[in-house]
């Protein structure tokens, strides 16, 4: 259940604005729901850490049974660091150095390989002595905004699936054990063709690859963020996807894991980000109400023009005025358009809904501004997380020469 607009309220004043509040009960719920979808399917979960990666957040999901997804050698670090085992850590960066792929092999997680160089490398020095899964760009175009699209043409994620006879020559040459197979399409996909589309294209190619155990859809389950929004159907997900391995597996005679990787589906509608309104502005355009806080703490309205429900939760029952609320960064700094919010005066509290996922992450000190602090709600108990940042922080790390 949501937390109230009065424990929200109780929450800010104790521990100040701007703040994000967690609520593990949701988090728990969204992860009740997947394996419920999943009921009868041999499916494991893995927890896309990106998202949100508070050790308490990740020691919670632990306790609930996830695994988990990383994407650098130091989330891998931090999920051992929180309890995992190394067989349930899946690995998948792009980019990085090779050197990060040997340490992730090192330390015993799965790792996920994203282009034919380092294949043939990790198969030139390892040979099937460690079995690897790879990465794949099926070229479906999904999710809800270009730049959170990951299986375009353009898109530097994954091999090309064109690529195949490419894949199987240097897994031929060099003795590869592949034993999944992945892909993970974009983000805040409702359309569960697209995941479907992208369980034909690696059933397909699995056949080529005897070895494989596992096939890794990857994420983009979407949350609803506007009012009368849904949900991605996990529910008839879980059932097509339930019928599309029963006929593969009696087909091949054996059975296959399905695997994966949910980041937002699981932490965002967790998450609360409650701010202040530190002035009310009346131009000859729109009403502003400017709020103790900026995109350095929120990016994603500005960056993907991610769409944040705002409650005024001092005075939810006042009559609707429409605002443009805005924050404190010294350059276009955008929350939202043109909202209907309740009457807001200076001092006010407002809350921003659905902040779990890619929140807090993707927060910054631009403007020599303090970090919020992370408050999580754990069994009717609020605990500190993360203490807000203080003004020492800013020059911690900073060598003075001059
Ligand atoms: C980001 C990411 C995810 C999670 O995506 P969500 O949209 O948050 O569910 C899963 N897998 C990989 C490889 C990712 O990079």
Same mark, same amino acid.
């Given at each position: 259940?949501?937390?109230?607009?009065?424990?929200?309220?109780?929450?800010?004043?104790?521990?100040?604005?701007?703040?994000?509040?967690?609520?593990?009960?949701?988090?728990?719920?969204?992860?009740?729901?997947?394996?419920?979808?999943?009921?009868?399917?041999?499916?494991?979960?893995?927890?896309?850490?990106?998202?949100?990666?508070?050790?308490?957040?990740?020691?919670?999901?632990?306790?609930?049974?996830?695994?988990?997804?990383?994407?650098?050698?130091?989330?891998?670090?931090?999920?051992?660091?929180?309890?995992?085992?190394?067989?349930?850590?899946?690995?998948?960066?792009?980019?990085?150095?090779?050197?990060?792929?040997?340490?992730?092999?090192?330390?015993?997680?799965?790792?996920?390989?994203?282009?034919?160089?380092?294949?043939?490398?990790?198969?030139?020095?390892?040979?099937?002595?460690?079995?690897?899964?790879?990465?794949?760009?099926?070229?479906?175009?999904?999710?809800?905004?270009?730049?959170?699209?990951?299986?375009?043409?353009?898109?530097?994620?994954?091999?090309?699936?064109?690529?195949?006879?490419?894949?199987?020559?240097?897994?031929?040459?060099?003795?590869?054990?592949?034993?999944?197979?992945?892909?993970?399409?974009?983000?805040?996909?409702?359309?569960?063709?697209?995941?479907?589309?992208?369980?034909?294209?690696?059933?397909?190619?699995?056949?080529? /690859?005897?070895?494989?155990? +596992? #096939?890794?859809?990857? !994420? %983009?389950?979407? $949350?609803?963020?506007?009012?009368?929004?849904?949900? =991605?159907?996990?529910?008839?997900?879980?059932?097509?996807?339930?019928?599309?391995?029963?006929?593969?597996?009696?087909?091949?005679?054996?059975?296959?894991?399905?695997? /994966?990787?949910?980041?937002? +589906? #699981?932490?965002?509608? !967790? %998450?609360?980000? $409650?701010?202040?309104?530190?002035?009310?502005?009346? =131009?000859?355009?729109?009403?502003?109400?400017?709020?103790?806080?900026?995109?350095?703490?929120?990016?994603?309205?500005?960056?993907?023009?991610?769409?944040?429900?705002?409650?005024?939760?001092?005075?939810?029952?006042?009559?609707?005025?429409?605002?443009? $609320?805005?924050?404190?960064?010294?350059?276009?700094? =955008?929350?939202?358009?043109?909202?209907?919010?309740?009457?807001?005066?200076?001092?006010?509290?407002?809350?921003?809904?659905?902040?779990?996922?890619?929140?807090?992450?993707?927060?910054?000190?631009?403007?020599?501004?303090?970090?919020?602090?992370?408050?999580?709600?754990?069994?009717?108990?609020?605990?500190?997380?993360?203490?807000?940042?203080?003004?020492?922080?800013?020059?911690?790390?900073?060598?003075?020469?001059?």
């Amino acid at each position: 259940m949501e937390l109230s607009h009065e424990q929200l309220r109780a929450i800010a004043q104790q521990y100040g604005t701007p703040v994000y509040i967690y609520n593990a009960d949701q988090i728990a719920g969204q992860f009740n729901r997947l394996q419920n979808a999943f009921k009868g399917v041999n499916a494991r979960f893995f927890y896309a850490c990106k998202a949100l990666t508070n050790i308490n957040i990740l020691k919670f999901m632990k306790n609930l049974g996830t695994n988990l997804d990383c994407v650098s050698i130091n989330e891998v670090k931090l999920g051992l660091a929180a309890g995992f085992k190394p067989k349930q850590i899946m690995f998948t960066p792009n980019s990085v150095a090779f050197s990060e792929l040997e340490e992730g092999k090192e330390l015993g997680v799965n790792i996920n390989i994203d282009n034919i160089s380092f294949l043939e490398r990790f198969g030139n020095k390892y040979g099937g002595s460690y079995p690897i899964s790879i990465r794949l760009n099926p070229h479906i175009m999904a999710g809800g905004n270009y730049k959170i699209s990951t299986g375009h043409v353009d898109s530097k994620f994954g091999i090309s699936i064109h690529q195949m006879r490419h894949i199987e020559r240097v897994v031929q040459s060099t003795g590869l054990h592949v034993k999944g197979l992945h892909l993970h399409t974009g983000s805040e996909i409702k359309d569960i063709n697209i995941f479907l589309n992208g369980l034909d294209v690696m059933l397909d190619i699995a056949r080529h /690859f005897p070895q494989v155990e +596992f #096939l890794d859809l990857g !994420s %983009g389950f979407k $949350v609803p963020y506007k009012d009368g929004e849904a949900s =991605t159907d996990v529910e008839l997900l879980g059932q097509k996807v339930g019928e599309a391995f029963a006929k593969y597996d009696k087909e091949l005679g054996k059975k296959h894991q399905i695997w /994966f990787e949910p980041g937002k +589906f #699981l932490v965002s509608e !967790s %998450g609360y980000f $409650v701010v202040k309104a530190n002035v009310i502005k009346q =131009t000859t355009a729109t009403v502003f109400i400017g709020v103790d806080s900026g995109f350095n703490h929120l990016i994603r309205p500005m960056f993907y023009e991610a769409y944040h429900r705002v409650e005024n939760i001092t005075h939810p029952d006042s009559d609707e005025r429409i605002y443009t $609320v805005v924050g404190n960064i010294c350059e276009t700094d =955008t929350f939202a358009w043109d909202r209907k919010i309740a009457e807001t005066h200076e001092g006010d509290l407002l809350c921003f809904y659905n902040a779990g996922a890619y929140g807090f992450e993707m927060s910054s000190n631009f403007n020599s501004r303090l970090r919020p602090a992370e408050v999580l709600v754990l069994d009717g108990k609020t605990h500190l997380i993360r203490k807000r940042d203080t003004f020492e922080d800013l020059l911690r790390g900073q060598v003075e020469v001059i």
